[in-house]
């Protein structure tokens, strides 16, 4: 019973301490497996990761804006798909055409010269009465040839009216519709070639209205000088009266 009794104790004792004994073998592997947590390594990632993520955001928002640019300028570059430039240059060109076509005397310098020196200078001493007629009946014939060409050049113009209209209304719609600065600059151009050529219109009307009012005007000094050249023949003395034999009738006896 004693020896039953001691090994007893003895197994009790060993089982005891056997937790003890192999503690340290069981818990090395759970300090080794141990996750550490430090908030201010953790803090730092973030902030870091943040810090890094508005560097793309604002490298996106720099190719956004420069793309914006670009689309931009190409705007700026694209070029006005429509052009009056050909119609201009035909209603020039018409009222260039009436104004070359100007009857007896043409608009240039040395014709004009050459017909007041002719025809409208001093009524000569010389020249017989048939003479003087004809002189006059020419310088009719022109006053009446500006008269005409002075209307059709105010003809030609109003009938550059309807295109220039057309024109205009072509011009301010492309320039109101401009995607671009260079679309608004050439519509803004062209309104101004419009507007000069109807500068040029005014310019030719008036310059044919001023023709034929000077071609008046000259008559009517050639005519007063050819008057009084020939109340200076009638006045002038001559040989009187010549008697002479008069036959009632030529073919009688």
Do not use: C
């Not at 490298?59 to 700026?76: F, G, K, P």
């Not at 310088?139 to 050049?153: E, K, P």
């Amino acid at each position: 019973m004693i020896r039953r009794s001691l090994a007893l104790r003895f197994g009790t004792a060993l089982f005891l301490a056997a937790p003890i004994a192999l503690s340290p073998i069981l818990t090395e592997p759970a300090h080794a497996w141990r996750i550490v947590y430090d908030p201010t390594n953790y803090a730092q990632n973030v902030l870091q990761a943040a810090r890094a993520l508005e560097q793309i955001n604002n490298q996106i928002t720099s190719l956004q804006n420069e793309a914006q640019m670009l689309i931009n300028q190409a705007r700026n570059l694209t070029s006005l798909p429509y052009s009056s430039l050909q119609q201009l240059q035909q209603s020039v060109a018409r009222t260039q055409q009436l104004l070359a076509d100007a009857q007896q005397i043409a608009f240039d310098v040395r014709a004009i010269d050459q017909a007041f020196e002719t025809a409208y200078g001093e009524a000569s001493m010389t020249a017989s009465d048939q003479s003087l007629i004809e002189g006059a009946r020419e310088r009719w014939q022109t006053t009446v040839a500006g008269l005409q060409d002075s209307m059709r050049v105010q003809a030609g113009v109003v009938g550059n009216i309807e295109s220039n209209r057309q024109q205009m209304s072509a011009l301010v719609g492309a320039s109101q519709s401009a995607t671009g600065a260079l679309q608004a600059t050439q519509a803004g151009n062209q309104l101004l070639a419009l507007q000069a050529q109807q500068i040029s219109d005014l310019t030719a009307v008036i310059a044919a209205q001023g023709r034929a009012q000077n071609l008046e005007a000259a008559q009517r000094t050639a005519a007063q000088e050819q008057a009084r050249e020939q109340r200076r023949r009638f006045l002038e003395p001559g040989t009187g009266y010549q008697p002479g034999n008069a036959k009632m009738f030529p073919n009688g006896g």
